[in-house]
DNA sequence: TCACTTTTCTAGACTTTGTCTAACGGTATA
DNA sequence: TATACCGTTAGACAAAGTCTAGAAAAGTGA
């Protein structure tokens, strides 16, 4: 499913060129529903696959698939962002022990009467965060 | 109503010894509900007030305000740290076009059903974030 | 294939927010 | 007065992220 080849369809119908290393940080992310920061997907691709991306590109790679709307950008630690491969409408428990975040269940939580923006503005995403701490 | 005796108050009911820079700082964020950074602190601190706080100063107090509750971090940009000086629960537009940070009317919004905390942690706080952009 | 243009990648300098350290100052206490 | 305690300070430091200028790849047309 995440094989190489799937890979480049989704990169190009994204209208993205699939260079190898966007190819690289795509299956890195792609491969299941997670939660990654830039640190770690630069130490991945330079460990578990065979080439190397520089930190400019994982940067500018980031910011290119957040701005295709392959990756979601979640913000809750105040020292790093979070990249989402998951994009479809969910919310999050964020461990502020651990640092670790995860998934809050689909339907266990509702979120309705969601307010009009204000006048001039136009909304561009719903974000629920529970913040959680060890017991 | 928020002059100098009752900001002293204030701080020693939540256990704080009224220093200057700690008297100086609650007078800028108590003055009324607002979403500053620590930097706009710091300059307000040292041209609208007599006295001077150092750097360290600043995100020492602002960092002890958090504990004792008389201050919300609220994190949606990833560049800086808000902090809010309303506490009672509420929730945020907040405009990445501008970086400028608003409250949700009271009433507009509605969560519920809210999730059970996984095994072995608590719950320490929600929120709800809707991000806009200038239309 | 060759000449040329455009896009992407890279090392490393740089910026910015926030943290840390070690010295210093003021106040209370004996 | 001695000394202990707490808070403040300058400035070094850490870490995430941005930027720049050049090199490498990839595309284009003849
Ligand atoms: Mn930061
Ligand atoms: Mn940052
Ligand atoms: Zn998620
Ligand atoms: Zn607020």
Redesign the interface.
């Known amino acids: 499913m995440s094989n190489r080849d799937d890979i480049i369809k989704k990169l190009k119908s994204s209208g993205i060129s699939p260079t190898s290393q966007r190819i690289d940080i795509a299956q890195i992310l792609f491969a299941k529903p997670q939660h990654l920061s830039a640190e770690q997907i630069l130490n991945k691709v330079n460990e578990e696959s065979n080439s190397k991306a520089s930190k400019a590109t994982i940067y500018n790679t980031l910011g290119l698939f957040a701005k295709k709307g392959l990756v979601k950008?979640v913000?809750?630690?105040?020292s790093k962002?979070f990249y989402d491969s998951n994009v479809s409408r969910h919310f999050h428990?964020f461990?502020?022990d651990t640092g670790i975040l995860?998934d809050?269940?689909d339907?266990?939580?509702?979120?309705?009467?969601?307010?009009?923006?204000?006048e001039?503005?136009?909304?561009?995403?719903?974000?629920?965060?529970?913040?959680?701490?060890?017991?």
């Open positions: 950008e913000i809750v630690d105040p962002v428990f461990n502020t995860t809050i269940p339907g266990a939580i509702n979120v309705d009467h969601l307010p009009e923006s204000p001039g503005t136009v909304s561009t995403g719903l974000e629920v965060i529970v913040r959680i701490k060890n017991s």
